[in-house]
């Protein structure tokens, strides 16, 4: 069975800082990866995933996450966060057994001005 | 446009009562998932059905009876409803079912049901 770890229930930051919010998982079998951004009040979006290829990958509103097989992580990564950055994050993890998503816990970003 | 809607956005009931959550897609999909997302943020998939047959049927209550009358619709009925259900339940599509074209699909989200039982 697979899990995915978020290590940070809470990430504070001041606006226009650089952010990290790290996932690890563990998986038996080979994994694809994704992250989802939860708004106050709103739905899951996906900001976006590794399924195969280059290890960094771009999302969308500036958000890159970078597979690292290794260490079995898939951080999420922002050079300067904004306020409109507020929002619960997801990172979860969809085995090749049977590509069901599981999700992390989520980690809340807080971009304080 | 909205690509999944749910409804009712916010729903709140007494124990024991029987209720139904509904949920559309207009994105063409085959695949539609229902989760719900704990008081501590914890989403974990109940359902899935491709094409309206179900795919997917996680470790959940037999008070919870999903139904699918076409492939656009995915309605979630609950019987007897208890504390423990107070919770917000999503509604997702996909294009196709996972693992078909050789990997996950991309799944899309509704806004959420929140339910509260009292």
């Known amino acids: 069975a697979q899990s995915v770890t978020q290590l940070d229930s809470q990430v504070p930051v001041f606006e226009e800082a650089p952010v990290e919010l790290r996932c690890n998982y563990s998986s038996s079998v080979s994994v694809y990866l994704f992250w989802y951004v939860q708004y106050p009040n709103q739905g899951l979006q996906l900001l976006l995933k590794y399924l195969s290829g280059s290890t960094l990958v771009k999302g969308i509103n500036g958000f890159e996450a970078e597979f690292n097989k290794s260490q079995t992580s898939f951080h999420l990564r922002k050079p300067s966060v904004h306020i409109s950055d507020t929002a619960e994050y997801f990172c979860?993890?969809?085995?090749?057994?049977?590509?069901?998503?599981?999700f992390g816990k989520g980690t809340l970003l807080t971009v304080n001005p | 446009d909205t690509a999944v809607s749910q409804t009712p956005k916010y729903l709140v009931t007494q124990m024991g009562n029987d209720k139904s959550i509904k949920c559309e897609q207009n994105?063409?999909?085959?695949?539609m998932y229902w989760y719900k997302q704990d008081s501590k943020k914890f989403l974990k998939i109940m359902f899935s059905?491709?094409?309206?047959?179900?795919?997917i049927n996680e470790t959940v209550p037999n008070r919870f009876s999903p139904k699918s009358p076409d492939k656009a619709h995915l309605n979630l009925h609950i019987n007897s409803l208890e504390l423990g259900d107070s919770a917000v339940y999503f509604c997702a599509s996909s294009h196709k079912p996972p693992g078909l074209a050789g990997g996950p699909e991309t799944q899309y989200f509704g806004p959420g049901t929140r339910l509260l039982v009292l």
């Open positions: 059905y491709n094409n309206k047959e179900l795919i």
């Open positions: 994105l063409g999909h085959d695949t």
């Open positions: 979860a993890v969809s085995p090749g057994s049977n590509y069901k998503l599981t």
